[in-house]
């Protein structure tokens, strides 16, 4: 009968186990790499075969609706914006002086021709809120033990993904790895905490690498510069007028 | 000058200053109206200031200078391409060299003074109004439409005026503009907002003697992008007409990007031997023909080179142009772009009535 009983329990998700269920640890990391605001600036090196080029910006985040980002250099890319507002996005191009709807099929392809793509940059979709999570196994990873969760999406949620494997630091739900898989269960990208750094009173990662599978000697590095949480973010940061208004040393 | 008035002393350590510019040099090839071949190297060094004054006050300034050199110096078009002056009151506009093989000249592209206030922005002198969605062509902007076979198509001259924009909230503003050109001033309103998971304006315009109420949106359909203008006005020149623009436009996971547009233009002509011609060369008006329809296709080859194709159809005359081209990224700050403006048509339809157009452009930012 005890043996049933461990049995039956066994059958249940391994969510039961845990403290916290599978959403709640991802909560828990949105939330520490996020914050209910963040402001700072990143540092994006997209390196290929060919050349390695790097872009500065500006980024502003206010909950997961509200997302800023400003490009200050180099000079080819200077000025370019980017708002996202709830799951909709606009870019300011300072050449031809005019802010652009970004339809949905944009936001997956590629932001300035990193491997992150406009999705990933402003957070269109939600890790949290978009998919349905399940704690599969612990590991060891980069040295930490690690929960690794499958995220599988909502139906009709707005993503493209058909899973994402992600991988948290067990001591305080830190991420470490992503792997992103298409609908046919096909590995397409994979996202790796490099460096982990204390940034504005937090441990995040400051440095991190996303790299798409297929493109071999080629990868973006995302590095956190600055970063400041739960700061005071004004609204008007989030409209179309700050979207196309270029201040010399925003 | 203006950068040792406002750079000296103590000024300049109260005021940001952004300095950036960069060069473009543009090699193309075809054949005059005229029929004489010929080849133009284009360079121009433009040079962008912008400067925060105080917390509410900015200006900026893009000056340029250009250098031509080739043989359509010395063909019979060259004078009125050298005499052109677009329609603003003050460009600087000056030659500084004039010879059969170099000509040199200085011109401001952007002059404005910004300021900011709670209740909006007024934006004082030479600027760009950025109406409407279409991405070929404009009908309800009335100040800076595009001229999508222009050589550069990304160049518009602007205009002298004053603008106010109000926030009406996060996506929506009250836009009100006064233009005052040599010989036509415009007064223009434009309500755009937010619905849904649309873009959308409501325009008025009062251009010259001839008023216009416009309307746009930018929307999706499922995963593609829409987009449309349509524009109604009451001329003095020709009958009221309507002017109606629709498209759409789709990235592909593989980064191929489709964008098609149609355009039905009242103000044109069905039959090509009704074509005005003056009215189009003076700028008057920006397309010949009643319908047109447009193709465009990119797609990155590589994380350094991408191609695309635009191909423009006029529905009427049955002419067309093709403009194929590659474009390659040599380092973070520096592109070159070369292509074709392949035209096809009869001779007296408005393409036909071109010569091919080959050329290079190397653009430099620093």
């Known amino acids: ?250 | 000058m203006l950068v040792l008035v406002l750079g000296s002393g103590s000024f300049a350590s109260a005021v940001n200053f952004e300095l950036a510019s960069n060069y473009k040099n543009l090699y193309s090839i075809s054949k005059t109206v005229q029929g004489e071949n010929y080849n133009l190297d284009l360079n121009r060094f433009r040079l962008q200031i912008r400067s925060q004054i105080l917390d509410n006050l900015s200006w900026e300034t893009q000056y340029d200078m250009e250098w031509y050199i080739g043989s359509f110096l010395r063909t019979l078009a060259f004078p009125a391409f050298k005499n052109y002056r677009p329609p603003t009151n003050f460009d600087l506009i000056s030659p500084l060299i004039d010879t059969e093989n170099l000509y040199a000249r200085q011109k401001l592209y952007r002059f404005y003074l910004n300021i900011s206030t709670p209740a909006g922005d007024v934006k004082l002198g030479r600027q760009k109004i950025p109406w409407g969605t279409g991405k070929v062509w404009n009908p309800t902007d009335p100040f800076n439409p595009i001229a999508y076979t222009s050589l550069e198509r990304e160049e518009r001259a602007g205009v002298d005026a004053i603008s106010y924009e109000m926030p009406l909230s996060a996506l929506s503003s009250l836009n009100l503009v006064y233009s005052q050109r040599p010989s036509l001033s415009t007064w223009g309103g434009r309500l755009h907002t937010h619905i849904g998971a649309t873009d959308c304006s409501l325009l008025g315009v009062k251009n010259g003697e001839n008023y216009m109420l416009g309307f746009d949106f930018a929307g999706q359909i499922l995963s593609a992008g829409i987009h449309g203008e349509a524009a109604f006005t009451r001329s003095v020149m020709d009958a009221d007409y309507a002017q109606v623009v629709i498209g759409c436009d789709y990235t592909f996971p593989n980064s191929l990007y489709c964008l098609m547009e149609l355009y039905h233009n009242g103000q044109g002509k069905s039959n090509s031997a009704e074509y005005q011609w003056n009215r189009w060369l003076s700028g008057e008006i920006t397309n010949l023909a009643k319908n047109y329809g447009f193709l465009g296709v990119t797609y990155e080859l590589s994380s350094r080179i991408k191609g695309g194709s635009y191909y423009l159809y006029n529905l009427d005359d049955n002419s067309s142009f093709w403009n194929p081209f590659v474009e390659y990224s040599l380092t973070e700050n520096a592109s070159g772009l070369v292509g074709g403006y392949l035209v096809n048509g009869k001779s007296n339809s408005e393409f036909g009535s071109f010569s091919n157009n080959y050329y290079l452009q190397l653009r430099w930012f620093f």
């Open chain 1, 1 to 250: 009968m005890k043996r049933i009983a461990i049995f039956l329990l066994l059958l249940f998700s391994l969510d039961s186990v845990f403290a916290l269920t599978a959403y709640e640890m991802v909560k828990k990391s949105e939330n520490l790499v996020r914050g209910n605001t963040n402001q700072g600036i990143l540092e994006m090196t997209i390196t290929t075969p060919y050349f390695t080029r790097t872009l500065k910006m500006h980024i502003w985040n206010k909950g997961l609706k509200k997302t800023f980002v400003r490009i200050f250099s180099p000079a080819k890319e200077a000025g370019i914006g980017s708002l996202k507002m709830g799951d909709e996005m606009w870019n300011y191009l300072p050449a031809i002086e005019k802010i652009i709807k970004i339809p949905p099929s944009m936001m997956m392809s590629a932001w300035m021709g990193s491997d992150f793509s406009n999705d990933d940059v402003v957070k269109e979709s939600s890790i949290v809120e978009d998919y349905n999570h399940r704690i599969l196994t612990e590991e060891r990873l980069s040295g930490y033990d690690a929960y690794k969760i499958e995220c599988i999406p909502k139906e009709n949620a707005p993503v493209v993904w058909g899973k994402i494997y992600f991988w948290l630091r067990k001591s305080d739900h830190l991420p470490l790895k992503q792997e992103y898989y298409d609908e046919k269960g096909k590995l397409i990208k994979v996202l790796e905490s490099i460096e982990v750094g204390s940034m504005g009173g937090r441990v995040i990662p400051i440095l991190s690498e996303m790299r798409t599978i297929g493109k071999e000697n080629s990868k973006t590095t995302l590095r956190v510069r600055e970063m400041s949480f739960d700061v005071s973010i004004a609204d008007s940061v989030f409209t179309l007028r700050h979207l196309q208004t270029l201040r010399a040393k925003e």
